[in-house]
């Protein structure tokens, strides 16, 4: 069984001869794993966020220099005692219907702005989003920086991302949470939201389990306003059927991107052979370090359910990028955080 390599593909290599097994095995199958029992409270831990400034603290200079956050799954992997060798349990129920939340509109539109092109295969190049931004965060005392994005809540102030990018996983829950929706350039045209609370599955916080890398944060207003009053928040699907299509987007920092503009992958999904265990799915695309945490839609577009979030690739020439199944578990997680 074969631990995967995280986003950061410029940090990590693979020998010839795991090249050559990785080749070999991506015809192989991945079986779902069976159901299990419903979710419960006890699957979410959550941390109230106490810092004060983080707004102030994210300059365009520190912003830029943040390293991406993916680099925190590869130690939450290199921290683990073990790696389960029997399928996850957070496989779709057998028989349950999906659950969604529908999207809130948005009082303001996107701004004009363009994103400069960069011609790589496996991703486009797309103007700001305004649900859609940079997280940025400190752990350790460094700073990293992920993608997140603005989902429908009744608190309207709930933002998606990777599980590593709230929490170590094991470990401490990040601090100096910032959110910056439509990010460009180092420019923030709607703000940056500071979090009060951050929340992910037990099972992430307590052991790093892949199959369960989704974080939700809970963001302070910003002049007297909610998040999603400013720049809408995307429906959710839970439990949905595995092999959908979708569009994912985030914001790649490594090698050859520069993080300083919102990309984006299409494309039908397919279970992770290397390890099923994780119960995850990836679609085509090479998006780098950094674009941890920016959302999969189902559809063609950023206006579809959210379903999904970057978790992880393989291999410095990675094409493809996997995340999780969003089953009860994650379900519950954001439900514990959209009723705080």
Not at 1 to 27: I, W
Not at 49 to 76: C, F, H, I, S
Not at 141 to 152: M, R
Not at 237 to 246: D, I, V
């Amino acid at each position: 069984m074969r631990t995967p390599k995280t986003l950061a593909t410029s940090l990590l290599t693979l020998s010839a001869a795991a090249l050559l097994a990785l080749s070999a095995a991506g015809a192989a199958a991945a079986t779902p794993a069976p159901a299990k029992a419903p979710a419960s409270a006890s699957d979410v831990t959550s941390h109230t966020v106490t810092d004060t400034g983080a707004a102030d603290y994210w300059t365009a200079d520190r912003m830029r220099n943040a390293v991406p956050g993916d680099v925190l799954a590869e130690k939450a992997m290199k921290r683990a005692k073990s790696v389960k060798s029997a399928p996850s349990a957070a496989a779709p129920l057998e028989g349950a219907a999906p659950s969604t939340v529908e999207p809130t509109a948005p009082t303001q539109q996107s701004t004009a702005l363009q994103s400069p092109t960069i011609q790589t295969k496996a991703n486009a190049s797309e103007s700001p989003v305004p649900h859609i931004g940079k997280v940025f965060f400190t752990l350790g005392g460094t700073n990293y920086v992920c993608s997140g994005n603005s989902v429908a809540t009744g608190n309207k102030s709930t933002v998606t991302t990777a599980g590593h990018c709230v929490n170590e996983g094991p470990g401490a829950f990040a601090t100096k949470f910032t959110f910056v929706p439509a990010y460009l350039n180092g420019s923030a045209p709607y703000g940056k939201w500071t979090a009060k609370a951050l929340y992910a599955p037990t099972q992430w916080s307590a052991s790093g389990d892949m199959t369960y890398d989704t974080g939700f944060a809970v963001m302070s207003t910003l002049n007297g306003r909610y998040l999603s009053d400013v720049v809408g928040g995307s429906g959710l699907q839970f439990n949905a059927a595995r092999g959908l299509s979708y569009k994912s987007f985030g914001y790649p920092a490594a090698a050859p991107f520069n993080g300083e503009s919102l990309k984006s992958c299409s494309g039908t999904a397919t279970n992770d052979p290397y390890n099923p265990q994780f119960n995850t799915q990836g679609i085509p695309c090479n998006m780098t370090g950094g674009s941890s945490g920016g959302p999969w839609f189902i559809g063609t577009s950023a206006s579809g359910y959210q379903n999904s979030i970057n978790s992880y690739g393989y291999g410095s020439n990675s094409t493809t990028m996997y995340g999780p199944y969003w089953g009860s578990v994650i379900q519950q997680t954001y439900t514990s955080a959209a009723a705080s």
